[in-house]
């Protein structure tokens, strides 16, 4: 096996992003017996919050894949066997040496077989209890079961001992459920009557239903009313889940559904559970009157140095709050426990929350303070999409030091959002409406909307808080600022 072990060369599961631990297998782009080159994307995998397609870094022909898709693997284990000989190595010989690799990992993983003398026969229906039921009793042949007889289903020991404890009663070869037989609860022939009153009978007979289908639990194992309207009574159902989340579901029933947490769910628990119990959140709210946002937001769309971009409210809010945090240096920092120290920033990384169908993910626009606005909205357009399609890096979504969550677009007013773990501060965007609002001294009808500001407050005081979520109304409720602030 020493030319065998040099021959086939195992690829890992490799650490795609800064810590990862484990990964699920969504696809396999190959399969035992194709052959692949040095740098082929051979299956695509979920890490913490983004899909990665894994490329392999040899050539060879695969003869053997070691997990099914939707199966999570931890980082290091082999995941894919491939025949390092390539097409010179003969079929034969790579199926045989594939199957001997196998084969010798079969036979290391399994335990010796115990000697004979220890092994017990277990025979079901071997021995006599008493019946638990109110039929009469089988008649036994004198001397219990005979050697060599069948016993359902399986030959009887030479010369059986008689059990001590009582077990299972006899059931007769003839009479052992076959396949295709109807099920415990199903009408069997020959089986006793159900026990029911007339009118019960005739209501089971109205509905169609079966009385030896029925679960009886009226006293003595009567059928009630009840029983037949539970059993004409459609099951009820549950929506199924999406596509990507149906590998490893269970149901305990009609009324619930099991679903394995990992991948997006399972780092999204992770993450926000360490920020919620390590970070003291402080929240702060304001309402205030964005329509001249608005009416820039429709004038953009019509210069030609935004042609071909998505213009939108959420660009003039990402602009307003990376000059908020330019006025503000001291609230884009970071608290380094191990050194204890306070790591201020003279960057920004802007973390844009995005749904996506595996879950919430937050890329982020690496350097956007030194965006200009078409560049600014030209990077959100592509993080967005790529975040949708899937296609997210995890070092796109690494190094953030603060974050937007729109969560206007689902038609919320607010929220109180919880910092990613690392950053010190998070905004969400509620919901621009069409509102009564005091303008100039008079009631009119404006755009209003409500913007929330979570931070650490072991970084940002309410005073430096404040002066971050005023400077962002401020920007909104007078764009031409993003001028004389900028």
Known sequence: MAVQAQRFREFRMPDVGEGLTEAEILKWYVGVGDTVTDGQVVCEVETAKAAVELPI??????????????????????IIVVDAGGEDAPGGDEAGAAAAVAAEAVEAAEPAPEPAAKRTAVLVGYGVAPSSTTRRPRKQK??????????NGH???????????????????????????????????????????????????????DLATVVPTGPQGEVTREDIRAAAAPPARLPLPAADDVAGVTSTGARETRV????????????????AFTAPHVTEFVTFDITKSMKLVQELKADPAFAGL????????????????????E??????????????KSYVNLGIAAATPRGLVVPNIKDAHDKTLPELASALGDLVTTAREGKTSPAAMQGGTATITNVGVFGI?????????????????????????????????????????????RLVDGELGSKVLGDIAAILEQPKRLLTWS
């Open 413 to 457: 007013d607010t929220g109180t959002p919880i910092l990613n773990p690392g950053e010190s501060a998070i905004l969400a965007f509620g919901a621009v409406k069409l509102q009564p609002w005091v303008h100039k001294g008079k009631v009119k009808a404006r755009h209003v909307t409500t913007l929330a500001l979570s931070f650490d407050h």
């Open 310 to 329: 998505k213009v939108s409210p959420l660009l003039l809010v990402a602009k307003a709050l990376l000059v908020a945090l330019r006025r503000n240096p």
């Open 142 to 151: 004198p001397g219990g079961p005979v050697p060599g007889e069948p016993l």
């Open 57 to 78: 870094p040899f050539d060879g022909v695969v003869s053997e894949i070691r997990f099914d898709e939707g199966t999570t693997v931890d980082v290091g284990t082999p």
């Open 260 to 275: 394995p947490i990992k991948g997006v769910r399972k780092a999204i628990a992770q993450a926000m559970v360490t920020s």
């Open 331 to 344: 609230a884009n920092s970071a608290w380094d426990e191990a050194n204890q120290e306070i790591v201020r």
């Open 155 to 209: 030959a009887a020991p030479a010369a059986p001992a008689a059990p001590e404890a009582p077990v299972a009663p006899e059931v007769p070869a003839a009479e052992a459920p076959a396949a295709g037989a109807p099920v415990a609860g199903a009408p069997v022939a020959g089986a006793l009557r159900p026990l029911a009153k007339p009118p019960v009978r005739k209501l089971a007979k109205e509905l169609g239903i």
